[in-house]
Every structure is written in structure tokens, then in C-alpha cells.
């Protein structure tokens, strides 16, 4: 089956993660919005969290491709060399 799950979410996670970081990078100086976490920037913290969970999961997804290209080649030879 050519379809792989991670590499779709691997780039929503990361897409998500990018916006959210980017708006509490942006809003970081506002502690007014961050009184209720206890002054921790939550969408700061949250955002590098998806973003790198979202880097994980398109590595495994690369990974995944560039192994199934490797194999593809052997198992040629190897059909080939049974004729």
C-alpha cells in the first residue's frame, strides 16, 4: 500500500505548531494574557511541542520512503536473477 499516515501529519502538526509558536513569540511581552498559566507563555511552549513532534513524524515519514526506494532495487535483482 503506497498510502503513509505520518507524513500528512507530520505536516499539519508542524503547520499548527509554526502558527502557534509564532503567536506566542509575538505575545510573549503580554502578561496579562498569560496571568491564568501561571505567567507561563503557553502558546509558546505548546507550539515547539507540535512543531517538533511534527518534524519527528516527516523524519519517519522520509525515512520510511528513502527505505522503501533502497529496497525496491533488490528485490528487482532478485526476481531478475530467478529467470
Known amino acids: 500500500m503506497g498510502l ?3 507524513l ?3 505536516m499539519m502538526f508542524t503547520l499548527i ?4 509558536s509564532i503567536s506566542g513569540y509575538l505575545t510573549k511581552g503580554n502578561t496579562e494574557m498569560y496571568q491564568c498559566s501561571l505567567g507561563i507563555n503557553i ?3 505548546w507550539g515547539l511541542v ?3 513532534f511534527g518534524g519527528v513524524m516527516l523524519s519517519f515519514a522520509l525515512l520510511a520512503k528513502s527505505a522503501k526506494a533502497d ?3 533488490k528485490s528487482a535483482q532478485t526476481a531478475a536473477s530467478r529467470r
Open 4 to 6: 503513509d499516515i505520518r
Open 8 to 10: 500528512p501529519i507530520g
Open 17 to 20: 505548531g509554526l502558527l502557534l
Open 43 to 45: 502558546n509558546l511552549v
Open 50 to 52: 507540535l512543531l517538533l
Open 71 to 73: 529496497e525496491t532495487p
